[in-house]
């Protein structure tokens, strides 16, 4: 079965370093993965996707993520923390059934931000 | 370009009531998929519609319930609420592969 783990409930950063929050997948197949951003009371932003294209993905404001097939992983970075950053991280992959899909979701990473 | 709309943002019920949410897509998006968000959790999936018809369905009881309309919008319907279905309910379109989600339905159960 097609699965999401992400490896920190947690993380902490100091703002102007470096992101870094972890995901590791489960599939038979090659995957379809996501990274969601959602900040408090609100809802699902999309980062960026990873759909069997290049294996850096870049996202919206300066994240990136790298599809490493052989570390079955899809890691999220970001060069430099912005205090705005602060929010919940969801790592997603998609499971096709009867040519429709539906995402799974990981158990999410809260990123907090020190100044 | 209006994105997901969903209704009403927050709601409080009773255990025991009956819940209808409802959910108006993106514009060109023609599937709508229901997940739950207990708190400090992933969000779960419940199920999707396509064509008016029920194509997928996660692991929620039957209490759980939905319709899709001829306009592609959407209603979550969940009978003989529980404490446990207090969660925020978001809905999201698609067409293809690209998801937009809605900003949720916030329901506390009490």
């Known amino acids: 079965a097609q699965s999401v783990t992400q490896l920190d409930s947690h993380v902490s950063v100091s703002e102007g370093t470096p992101v870094l929050l972890r995901c590791n997948y489960s599939s038979s197949y090659s995957p379809s993965l996501f990274w969601y951003v959602q900040h408090p009371n609100k809802g699902l932003q999309l980062l960026l996707k990873y759909t069997s294209a290049a294996t850096l993905v870049k996202g919206i404001n300066g994240f990136e993520a790298e599809f490493k097939k052989s570390e079955t992983s899809f890691h999220l970075t970001k060069p430099s923390a912005h205090m705005s950053d602060a929010a919940e991280y969801f790592c997603v992959v998609i499971v096709f059934s009867s040519n429709t899909g539906k995402l799974i979701f990981g158990q999410g990473t809260t990123l907090q931000v020190k100044p | 370009d209006a994105g997901v709309t969903q209704s009403p943002t927050h709601l409080i019920k009773t255990r025991g009531q009956q819940v209808t949410l409802r959910c108006s897509p993106k514009s060109g998006h023609d599937t709508v998929s229901w997940y739950q968000q207990a708190l400090g959790q992933g969000p779960q999936f419940i199920f999707q519609?396509?064509?008016?018809?029920?194509?997928q369905r996660g692991n929620f009881p039957d209490r759980f319930s939905g319709h899709q309309f001829p306009n592609y919008s959407s209603e979550l319907n969940v009978n003989a609420l529980l404490l446990g279905d207090s969660a925020l309910y978001l809905c999201?379109?698609?067409f293809g592969s690209g998801y937009t989600f809605g900003s949720g339905t916030r329901l506390t159960v009490v």
């Open positions: 999201a379109s698609s």
């Open positions: 519609y396509y064509e008016e018809e029920e194509r």
